[in-house]
């Protein structure tokens, strides 16, 4: 079978590429335990994870700004169902209104700030960060 053009590509500056533990084990022939050992000792450098600096800051700010707008939102949305009605029905009223914003804030994605690669499911189906 003919290779593609991309599993024949030569690279010959690998400065910018960035592979896993599992596949830079692959290579040289040892574990991906041995591959961290040797990140841990300084012997291969390790990348940062997560996405850089400005992808981190768009996520939030967008995150940020959405809440905003549905927190300042909540005055106007409820007003008219909350006139002519006793302070206990008020402070319930706007006490959902609350919760039901700060639970849209609670939904947070980590595949908004990391690739795939770092995030990884737990036995019970949840995502969560690897910490390799």
Known sequence: MAKTDTESAKITNIDSTTVSAAVLGDMFGVSDRR?????EEGIVARAAKGRNKQDVEIVM??????????????????APIL???DA???KDRLTCEIIEALNELKDYD?????????VEEDESGDEQEDQK
């Open 35 to 39: 591959i961290r050992q040797m990140a």
């Open 61 to 78: 700010t967008d995150m940020l700004v959405a809440f905003k707008t549905r927190m300042m939102n909540i005055p106007s949305k409820v």
């Open 83 to 85: 006139e002519s009605r």
């Open 88 to 90: 206990v029905f008020i």
């Open 110 to 118: 980590p595949r908004a700030f990391y690739s795939e690669e770092y």
